[in-house]
Every structure is written in structure tokens, then in C-alpha cells.
């Protein structure tokens, strides 16, 4: 059954749009592209700024009374009822380096008359759209969410210590980001930790069963709305790091399968409270263990 067929209001034209969208990021990936900095280290390219072009031109034509709210810089009918949240390039960074691990990401949001511009309205429809690997997550809100039209639901993992999870870093002021932190804790509490660069693709595989949770710091409307959206038609459960709800502006996010949600929370909790932590060992450290190591070793071997 196709997603026309089945009564799907925006998803149909949204998947039209990035899958245009990334053919011509595959495009761009294939030629290699100039880099230039929006700030001091974040990069930016021709290919987001071309892409997110043909998007605005594209969702014009396609639902020309909503608004537009994207990344490099388009912003559009923001007073409208219905806005689109758009990456048209969630890893830029992978992409400028050859890295094969990004995508497009559009998610609809319904903000009715009188909603307040601080206050978030109802997220509707999510697109993320993957064109090395011609993956493309949907959702609509009360209709479950897929992959390649097929549903997909997260995954059954019920602790934490069999769980892969992911989480990424900012690209600047990392300094002042205490997710080294919680990257330490979770590895050692965890099956693993992965950090690919793209948000909205790790939200997309949480909601695909591939990760029992994704969490990150300060990250954008456009990063997020639809792989939230994703998320909670999967099954999947997300809030800030302590529990409270999240927003689309939020600075947390947290998101699981669900059944590992509460685990996580209890970390989350020792850790901001310094409970309980692994010490990290400096270089330093490390190398005093390494030569006693050596030296314990060549005693045995004389004796």
C-alpha cells in the first residue's frame, strides 16, 4: 500500500520534496564541494544553501499557506497555522569531509490561532530522508511511523547495559559541554556509545529499533522536529534530562525506546549530582600504567 493510498494527508509530497532534495546532495557528495564557516568552526556549503532553495521552492508550490523555518537562513509565513522545520543537510560536517552519513529533515508543526510565538504546537508529519543508503523515515501523526513505507517500531531492549545508544557534540564551544561526561558514564554502563553527526538520523534510527536512545545538548528546532515525531509514533518515549517534557527549542533531549527511559533518568540524575562517577584517566595516568604494565612484564619474562 503506498502512503497516497493509505490516506496520508502531507507525508506524500513532503517524500517527493526530499527525496528531489537529496539527489542533489548525492550530487554535490559525488563532485566534492567548497566548505566555508558560519562562526568560527561551524561549516557550511553551497550544497546546504542550493538544497535549501530548492526546498523553500518546493514546499511553495506544494503547501503554499505554510511557513518555512530553516536552517541557512529561510524564514518565511512564520504567522501561519501550519510551519515547516527544515535541515536541508543534517551533517554538514560528515558531508564536507567525505563522511557517507547524512540527510534531509522536514517536520510539520500545527500552531493554531492564538498560540503563543514561545509556545510549541503539535508536531504533524516528519520526513528524514537518507540518500546513500535511499532510506526514508515517515510519519504522521496517529499513523505509526516507516521506513521505505514498511512500519517500523523501536526496539524491545529493556536495560541499559544491552543497549547501543548515541548522543553527538557541538561543533564549537565544546569547552564549555559537559557531554564528555556523560559519553564516559554511558560507554561503561552501555553495549556502546555511537557519535555519527547526524541528530535527526539518530532519532530516525531510534525510532527504527537500531538505538535504545539518543540524547544531545543545545539543539535546534530544525535538528529535532521530526525525528521527535518519529520517535513517538515508533513507541518511543522523550524528555529532557530530568524527566519534564520536552520542547522544540529544548537545550535537552532525551530520547528511548521507552523501556530503558526511567534507567536512563537515574543516570542522568547521579551524574549531574556527581554520584557515583568513573573517573576518566588523564594521558599521564594512562602512562604510568602502561610502563608498570612493561615492567611487571619483563620481571616475569626474566623469572
Known amino acids: 500500500m503506498t502512503e497516497t493510498a493509505s490516506g496520508f494527508k502531507w507525508v506524500p509530497k513532503a517524500s517527493v520534496i526530499a527525496r528531489e532534495a537529496g539527489a542533489r546532495l548525492k550530487e554535490f557528495f559525488t563532485q566534492g564541494v567548497e566548505t566555508e564557516y558560519k562562526g568560527d568552526v561551524d561549516l557550511v556549503t553551497i550544497a546546504d544553501r542550493t538544497v535549501e532553495e530548492l526546498i523553500h521552492k518546493r514546499l511553495g508550490e506544494a503547501f503554499p499557506d505554510h511557513g518555512i523555518f530553516a536552517e541557512e537562513g529561510t524564514r518565511e509565513r512564520l504567522e501561519s497555522e501550519f510551519r515547516w522545520y527544515v535541515d536541508p543537510l543534517d551533517g554538514t560536517t560528515n558531508f564536507a569531509h567525505g563522511f557517507p552519513h547524512f540527510c534531509v529533515s522536514m517536520g510539520l508543526e500545527h ?3 492564538g498560540l503563543a510565538q514561545d509556545k510549541d504546537g503539535t508536531l504533524l508529519a516528519a520526513v528524514i530522508y537518507d540518500p546513500l543508503l535511499d532510506e ?66 539518530d532519532l530516525a534510527y531510534v525510532a527504527a529499533g537500531r538505538f535504545e536512545a539518543f540524547w544531545e545538548f543545545k539543539l535546534n528546532p530544525w535538528d529535532t522536529a521530526a ?23 529544548s537545550r535537552e533531549i532525551l530520547s528511548s525506546n521507552g523501556l530503558i527511559h526511567d534507567e536512563l533518568l537515574h543516570f542522568f540524575g547521579d551524574i549531574f549530582a556527581g554520584r557515583d562517577l568513573a ?17 611487571r612484564s619483563a620481571t616475569s619474562r626474566k623469572g
Open 111 to 113: 500552531r493554531p490561532a
Open 279 to 295: 573517573p576518566i584517566p588523564s594521558p599521564r595516568q594512562y602512562a604510568e600504567r602502561r610502563a608498570a604494565r612493561a615492567a
Open 227 to 249: 525525528g521527535l515525531l518519529l520517535v513517538e509514533e515508533a513507541g518511543g518515549r522523550i524528555t529532557d534530562f530530568i524527566g519534564g517534557p520536552w520542547r522544540l527549542d
Open 136 to 201: 526514508m523515515f515517515t510519519a504522521e501523526r496517529g499513523r505509526g511511523a516507516s521506513l521505505n513505507q514498511r512500519p517500523i517500531r523501536v526496539s524491545k531492549t529493556e536495560n541499559l547495559a544491552e543497549s547501543l545508544i548515541a548522543t553527538g557534540f557541538p561543533s564549537r564551544k565544546r569547552h564549555i559541554n559537559p557531554n564528555i561526561h556523560f559519553y564516559q558514564e554511558f560507554t561503561l554502563r552501555s553495549h556502546g556509545v555511537r557519535r555519527a553527526g547526524s541528530a535527526a538520523l
